[in-house]
């Protein structure tokens, strides 16, 4: 069975630290792209927030977090990281963790809330 599970979330001051995790199991983990998305308003669409592709590790970012944000993979425990630095009242959100395999599957994580306060 797939699962993938976010953790990390909570409440911090302004220009806090969190990271975020994403942990999966049931398929292999490894070889998908894994992708950061928030939503920040209910019923607004998911913003992408960072990825890390397979194979290469290569990662990118959305404009909003350049600089502040790091993703990465720890493959041999499945999990992927987001450390979110220097938070804004504005990174408030629900924090979703995507994998996929293009063409193949797309899996989701159930979210985990993340808010900063000013």
């Known amino acids: 069975q797939v699962h993938l599970v976010e953790s990390g979330g909570g409440l911090v001051q302004s220009g806090g630290s969190l990271r975020l995790s994403c942990a999966g199991s049931?398929?292999?983990?490894?070889?998908?792209?894994i992708s950061w998305y928030r939503r920040q308003t209910p019923g607004k669409e998911r913003e992408l927030v960072a990825?890390?592709?397979?194979?290469?590790?290569?990662?990118d970012y959305a404009d909003s977090v350049k600089g502040r944000f790091t993703i990465s993979r720890d493959n041999a425990k499945n999990t992927v990281y987001l450390q979110m630095n220097s938070l804004k009242p504005e990174d408030t959100a629900v924090y979703y963790c995507?994998?996929?395999?293009?063409?193949?599957?797309?899996?989701w994580g159930q979210g985990t809330q993340v808010t900063v306060s000013s």
């Open positions: 995507n994998a996929r395999w293009v063409g193949l599957n797309d899996y």
């Open positions: 049931g398929f292999t983990y490894s070889r998908y792209a």
């Open positions: 990825s890390i592709t397979h194979p290469g590790d290569t990662t």
